[in-house]
């Protein structure tokens, strides 16, 4: 009677979830496993079961795995990109950087659950996938920056898109490592960053190159 009336009262409480509940639920679930697993070690069956609910609900919700998947990696990338626009907004091009670099720690720290959900499935370097998407639109937000600072410096601005995907390259990396290290303090890392890029950038050559040796080609 007991385990009848248990089994009743969970059947009741699925049927008071309305369908927005139900959906950031599946939401929620979804982010856990792809966080953990990655997208293709994660099954609708082990969504739904998670849930409580059968397959179809699923399916009426999203159409599978890749439509939780898709509305997830959304909702993360526009969360880190607002929390990089904002810092981005500072005054001086060094407090932009130093804030960026803030944002960025912040984020892995804070919502290490997104983080991973962004990374686990794309690398920085393979020019597909969520994680490369993000990069390419944070550099272009730094993109504009750093060519307005080229120009003020006598620099070349064209360059600035190479330069702005270089810059937020070493802050992903660096993200990606510390997620799993968490030391030194978040502080301390930006700092670092902050110490190579700053006083990288404002030691610029108007026009750079390599050796004698790599201009000229080894001799065979």
Known sequence: MGAADSEQRTRVRRKRMTGKERRQQLLGIGRELFAERGFD????????????????????????????YAVVVDREMRTLLDMMGEALTADHARSKIEKAALALLR????????????????????????????????????????????AERGYDPALAPMYAQALVGMWALTGQWWLEVRKPKREVVAAHLVNLAWNGLSSLEAKPSLGEEHRRGRSG
Request: proline share 1%.
């Open 107 to 150: 984020y892995v720290e804070e919502d290490s659950v997104g983080f991973r959900v962004l990374t686990r499935d794309s690398h920085v370097a393979s020019g597909t996938g969520s994680f490369a998407s993000l990069i390419n639109d944070i550099a272009s937000q730094v993109e504009h920056i750093m060519a307005d600072e080229f």
């Open 41 to 68: 070690a994660t099954s609708v069956e082990e969504i739904a079961a998670r849930a409580g609910v059968s397959k179809p609900v699923v399916y009426e919700h999203f159409g599978g795995k890749e439509g939780i």
